[in-house]
Every structure is written in structure tokens, then in C-alpha cells.
């Protein structure tokens, strides 16, 4: 009897670790990813791609709301980061996104400035607060300016390209992501904002979004918009003017992947090595401009080194 209990307690310790060893193993599968809400449909893409060639991987996308999730694995953002969080954290910069002024298609600022275009002085009196600016007495039509209540990457590096703040972004404040900036101003006969081709364009005809109208904007910085200027009725296009001539009046920043440098998930610094070797292949169609090679490279190879320490 007393062996058959001493057999029964091993046998039940040995299931007791094997469902240990199993659990730790699915805890590692899963990856938690969150950040900036622009880039879900691009990330959500690679997920699938990934799992895929990885199916025992699990990993979800868990919604950024007014704050970031308790825990997560891998941080979107759309900004340049504080120096303390660098410090904590990996990082690789998998495109950049630009940013173009949009208004409700059937507003008398659209059909004005739809053909006019801005330059630089008429963009700063329109969306910022400057008592100091050099005004253009010739803006007659009505508008109305939506922008980010909380701090995100969009009116930060479109505040910071003109020399501003966020906080000095005029307009209504609307809560929530950058796309309730276009549902507000898709509502709104006079409403004006600033976003990413991804929510400009409808992805699919490559044309501007149903409701939206993409303002022309100064792109060499002459003091007008050329006809050639105000060909922004394709997204391929755009693009293409962006990533191969040095052009002005067009915030553009990085978007970024990061991971914490210490305790990290191993199948989430495999996903983000996957990630850098991938990225390049579906930027265009989702909106955003690759990323300088020699950065990117620089990168890969420095999130190589982190991800080969156990």
C-alpha cells in the first residue's frame, strides 16, 4: 500500500509539472501589443502573416483608450520618446507617416483651398494660436479646426514640424483616436483637420476617403501651389513625392515598435525581428513611407544583438 501511495504522489507531482511546464509554455506564446490606434490595421496584418509560419503564437492587439493597458509586450507610438523611456525599453522605427490637411468635402474651405492650396503662413493662421504670425487676410470662408484632446503622436509632430506645441493646435478638442477626428469632421460643413493617408485615402481605391477632400499644400516652399502640386487625388502618388523629394509643409515622423530590455518575451522579440525583415513589403499599401535604410539597418542589427541574449 505504502508503494502504491509513494507511486501515486511521484506520478502525481510528475502531471502536476508537465501542466506547469505546459502553461509556462502557452504564457510565453503570448504576446499583448498596444500603442497608437492608426497602426492596428497594418500591425493586425503581420499578426496574421506571422502566425502563420508561428501557430502557437497568440497574439492580440489589445485597444489603447485614454491610457495604455496594464500590461503589454510590445508599445506603437508615433513619437519621439522621452530619453528616460529609451532607456528602458528596444526600439525599431518600421516607417514613417505623413501628415495631410483634410476637410468635409462639401464645405466652402474644400472648395476653396481644394483648389487653392495652403502655403505655409495661411497653414499656421488656420490651425495654430500666434498672435505673432504673419496673417493672409484673404481666408473669408468659414472653418472649423478638430484636433487631439489627449497627448499622441499625430498633433505632436504636426505642432512640433511648425514650431509649435500641441496645446497651441486651435480648434475643437475632440477625445479618442485620430479617426473621431474624421467622423467629427464628416459631420461638421465646415470641418478641418490634419491625418495620416491611411485615413485620408480609402486604402482599397487609393483614392481620397468618401466625405474628404485633400488640401493642397506648398510643397517646395516657393510662396504658391503649382498645378503639379495639387495632384492629390491618388495615393501611390503621394507617397512616391513624399519618400523621393525633399518636401516642405508635410510633417512626417516615425512610427515605432518597442520592447522592454529587461524580462522580456522571447515570442515577442521574435515577432519584432520577424517585423523588421517584413515591414518593408506592405508599408506603401497601408499608407505610410519606408524607412531610411541606414536607420533601419542600424536598428535590425542592434535588435539582433538584444534579441540573441537569453
Known amino acids: 500500500m505504502k508503494t502504491i501511495k509513494s507511486f501515486l504522489f511521484v506520478a502525481g507531482l510528475a502531471v502536476s509539472a508537465s501542466s506547469n511546464l505546459f502553461a509556462q509554455e502557452i504564457s510565453q506564446n503570448i504576446v499583448v501589443i498596444t500603442g497608437v490606434r492608426f497602426a492596428y490595421p497594418l500591425v493586425d496584418k503581420w499578426i496574421k502573416e506571422y502566425t502563420v509560419e508561428n501557430p502557437k503564437a497568440q497574439i492580440t492587439i489589445d485597444a489603447r483608450t485614454i491610457t495604455d493597458p496594464e500590461k503589454y509586450d510590445l508599445l506603437i507610438e508615433a513619437y ?15 516607417g514613417r507617416y505623413a501628415l495631410l490637411p483634410v476637410a468635409n468635402a ?10 487653392k492650396g495652403l502655403i505655409e503662413k495661411t497653414y499656421k493662421q488656420i490651425f495654430f494660436h500666434d498672435i505673432y504670425a504673419e ?7 468659414p472653418f472649423t479646426v478638430y484636433t487631439r484632446l489627449q497627448k499622441a503622436g499625430a498633433p505632436l509632430t504636426f505642432a512640433k514640424y511648425f514650431g509649435y506645441e500641441q496645446q ?15 467622423k467629427a469632421l464628416l459631420k461638421d460643413d465646415t470641418g478641418i483637420t490634419y491625418t495620416v493617408p491611411g485615413l485620408a485615402y480609402d486604402l482599397t481605391t487609393r483614392k481620397p476617403t468618401q466625405g474628404l477632400t485633400i488640401i493642397p499644400v506648398d510643397l517646395d516652399g ?25 518636401v516642405k509643409n508635410v510633417p512626417v515622423e516615425y512610427v515605432h515598435f518597442s520592447i522592454a530590455k529587461n524580462n522580456s518575451n522571447p515570442e515577442a522579440k ?6 523588421a525583415s517584413h515591414a518593408e513589403v506592405d508599408l506603401h499599401q ?10 533601419l539597418q542600424v536598428e535590425k542589427e542592434k535588435l539582433e544583438r538584444f534579441s540573441a541574449v537569453k
Do not use: C, M
Request: proline share 2%.
Open 80 to 94: 519621439d520618446q522621452d530619453k528616460a523611456v529609451k532607456e528602458t525599453r528596444e526600439y525599431i522605427s518600421i
Open 270 to 275: 521574435k515577432f519584432l525581428l520577424w517585423v
Open 135 to 141: 496673417k493672409d487676410n484673404s481666408i473669408t470662408v
Open 222 to 246: 516657393n510662396g504658391r501651389v503649382s498645378k503639379e502640386e495639387k495632384q492629390t487625388d491618388n495615393l501611390d502618388q503621394v507617397l512616391a513625392k513624399l519618400e523621393t523629394e525633399k
Open 168 to 182: 497651441q493646435i486651435k480648434g475643437k478638442s475632440i477625445a479618442g483616436a485620430d479617426e473621431h477626428l474624421i
Open 286 to 295: 497601408y499608407g505610410y513611407l519606408k524607412p531610411e535604410p541606414k536607420r
Open 106 to 115: 462639401t464645405s466652402a474651405f474644400a472648395k476653396e483651398y481644394g483648389d
